[in-house]
């Protein structure tokens, strides 16, 4: 079974910073990979998805990254906001099920004036 | 277009209740699914369909059933409620086959006593 896991869990940064989140699969037999956003009490909002054939994808000031012999992933924020203090969520799709996606837990960034 | 919409917003059951998560879209996708999302665990998958007329389980699928009728709707149907249940329900589609880019809807929240 596919087991995603994301660190840190919970990260908190001045805004300007540039960060990284992590993403990590143990089944590199993936479909795609997609990043999401997720603000509180709210449903998800889906940032990039990079297929298996693809190294990276960039919208705006974020580029996430995807090295699948390795199984990861990395979501890149350049010059951090305050509006982008949210919980960021990876998920791979592949495996029999079609259509499914495997989450992760997430990583909760704040980012302070 | 109104993308995902998913009703009620929050419901409170008692358990042995029956009731009915509501799930629309108007982007004409013909694949959708249910998650179910709950604290320190990621999304997982309850059921999907790939059009209307078809459904299949998912992960997580005891206790829950789903019919497509149309290509708009696909509602998730509580037999008797249990507080297992008691999670944040999201609905999401996808134009095909459920792996492009995803949508999501904003979420029921439900508690069931």
């Known amino acids: 079974k596919q087991e995603v896991t994301q660190i840190p869990a919970a990260l908190s940064v001045p805004e300007g910073e540039n960060l990284v989140l992590n993403c990590s699969f143990t089944d590199s037999a993936i479909y795609n990979l997609q990043w999401f956003r997720q603000d509180p009490g709210k449903g998800l909002t889906s940032l990039l998805l990079?297929?298996?054939?693809?190294r990276e994808q960039t919208s705006g000031r974020l580029n996430a990254s995807l090295d699948k012999s390795s199984g990861r992933s990395t979501l890149y924020i350049a010059a951090s906001q305050p509006g982008d203090s949210a919980t960021y969520l990876c998920a791979s799709l592949g495996g029999s099920t079609l259509g499914r996606l495997y989450f992760g837990r997430g990583t909760q960034l704040t980012v302070w004036p | 277009n109104a993308g995902v919409t998913q009703t009620p917003k929050f419901q409170v059951l008692k358990t042995g209740q029956s009731m009915t998560l509501q799930c629309a879209q108007d982007?004409?996708?013909?694949?959708m699914s249910w998650y179910r999302q709950d604290p320190g665990m990621g999304l997982r998958l309850i059921h999907y369909?790939?059009?209307?007329?078809?459904?299949d389980q998912g992960e997580v699928p005891n206790g829950y059933n789903v019919s497509r009728s149309t290509t708009e709707d696909f509602p998730l149907r509580l037999l008797s409620a249990a507080p297992s249940q008691t999670s944040v329900y999201f609905c999401a589609s996808s134009p095909r086959t459920g792996r492009e880019t995803q949508y999501f809807g904003p979420g029921t929240r439900l508690l069931v006593l």
């Open positions: 982007m004409n996708h013909e694949y």
């Open positions: 369909s790939v059009g209307a007329g078809i459904t």
């Open positions: 990079i297929q298996s054939s693809q």
